[in-house]
């Protein structure tokens, strides 16, 4: 799955997101409520992750562990997609931006970063988009 991290600077903010307690399940994981339930649940549950962008580039990705069913203040049934805490950087692959989530084929999912290279900054966006228009990205 593919999500937007609106507000989001980097991929160190989005890990002090988590971090919070207003984005935890009770028992302490980071978590990403949204109004659908995916259809395609056990498909995913069976090792899928959600790829996050973060200005206009994928940039990291936490692997999903489960689904919840939370209940609003308002009464309407909403779910909890529950993530692993740990974020695992990923290539730079641009993305435009969309509402909600989207799947993500397994085929068109970014590498991860080889061990070494997690903390590098990603490069400007300027410079991934022309990298990117050129194919190199």
Known sequence: ??????GTE???DLALWHAD???QAPDGLPRH??????KRADEILAGGSMYWVIKGSLLCRQRILRFDEVIGSDGIRRCAIVLDPELVRIA????RPF???????????PM???EGREAEEAL????????AEIGVL
């Not at 799955?1 to 609106?6: A, C, D, F, G």
């Not at 509402?99 to 999912?109: H, S, V």
């Not at 400007?124 to 990298?131: D, G, K, V």
């Open 124 to 131: 400007p966006e300027s410079l991934s988009a022309a990298l």
């Open 92 to 95: 730079p692959t641009l993305k």
């Open 99 to 109: 509402q909600g989530w989207r799947y993500l084929k397994p085929a068109d999912a």
């Open 21 to 23: 307690k207003r984005a």
């Open 112 to 114: 991860d970063l080889p």
């Open 33 to 38: 409520i949204t109004r659908m339930w995916p």
């Open 1 to 6: 799955m593919q999500k937007l991290s609106v």
């Open 10 to 12: 980097s991929a160190s």
